[in-house]
């Protein structure tokens, strides 16, 4: 990854993501664009053509440090902006088969256009969003779309079912989870998930997943395919 600020990346060096480098399971490098800063200043922003507030990536700098960090083994270029195509689990998913990503951080009003045209000569770009507002700079969002992926790769959660059975996976949403005591604050767990039963548990979970889903998110359920559901989900 590319950034002006390479500290605000830090975090992905702790708890699980830290742990599956440690483990090898991941290679994490992060670069200062300002390597390759051309002036005294290593300015790496200019103003606008045509005016406007704020001010832009100049090309010339993120074209040479691209050069060299696109170099090397097959890369894909996730460039993270709030005009770009909306972060789903299943892009996270796509981006897990990967070799290599590489993600280029913008700040101010982003990039020099020319710099993702030029980049897309010679790999699959991604202009990502991570949602419907502004940050300040790419970092976060960079954060955000790394654990999302790498919490996909074979080895780094302890139990492979979590991430079958998060949210998105079947198109849902998650229901709620419960844990000891029995009774809390005189809220109780659900009977069902006390009884052993596991088809009855199994059923429930999926009845209170499509009601969440109904409730919150119905876009998601109008996007499932027709043979998504079955005769009892219908039922519901
Ligand atoms: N002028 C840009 C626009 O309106 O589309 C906003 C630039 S924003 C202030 C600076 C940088 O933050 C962007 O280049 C991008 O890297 C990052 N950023 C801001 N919001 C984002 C979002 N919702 N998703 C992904 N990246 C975002």
Do not use: C, K, M
């Given at each position: 990854m590319v950034s002006i600020f390479p500290s605000y990346l830090a975090p992905l060096r702790e708890a699980l993501l830290g742990r599956a480098i440690s483990r090898g399971l991941l290679e994490l490098t992060v670069h200062d664009l300002r390597a390759w800063t051309h002036d005294v200043h290593q300015a790496v922003d200019d103003s606008p053509y045509g005016g406007g507030p704020g001010m832009v990536m100049r090309p010339q700098v993120w074209g040479d440090a691209l050069d060299d960090v696109l170099a090397g083994p097959p890369a894909r270029l996730v460039v993270p902006t709030?005009?770009?195509?909306?972060?789903?689990?299943?892009?996270?998913?796509?981006?897990?088969?990967?070799e290599r990503l590489v993600f280029a951080c913008?700040?101010?009003?982003?990039?020099?256009?020319?710099?993702?045209?030029?980049?897309?000569?010679?790999?699959?770009?991604?202009?990502?969003?991570?949602g419907d507002y502004v940050l300040v700079g790419g970092e976060v969002a960079v954060l955000a779309i790394v654990e999302a992926v790498v919490r996909l790769l074979p080895g780094v959660?302890?139990?492979?079912?979590?991430?079958?059975?998060?949210s998105f996976s079947?198109?849902?949403?998650?229901g709620p989870a419960y844990t000891r005591p029995e009774?809390?604050?005189g809220l109780a767990v659900p009977d069902v998930l006390r009884s052993g039963n596991h088809a009855l548990i199994d059923r429930w979970r999926r009845d209170r997943s499509l009601?969440?889903?109904?409730?919150?998110?119905?876009?998601?359920l109008e996007a499932l395919p027709a043979d998504a559901l079955d005769r009892a989900d219908r039922a519901l």
């Open positions: 709030p005009a770009g195509r909306p972060f789903t689990q299943a892009l996270a998913r796509e981006f897990s088969a990967e913008g700040r101010y009003e982003g990039i020099d256009q020319r710099v993702l045209d030029d980049a897309a000569r010679r790999v699959t770009v991604d202009e990502v969003s991570i959660l302890g139990n492979p079912r979590s991430a079958a059975e998060d079947d198109g849902l949403l998650e009774v809390w604050r009601e969440r889903t109904h409730r919150r998110r119905p876009d998601l």
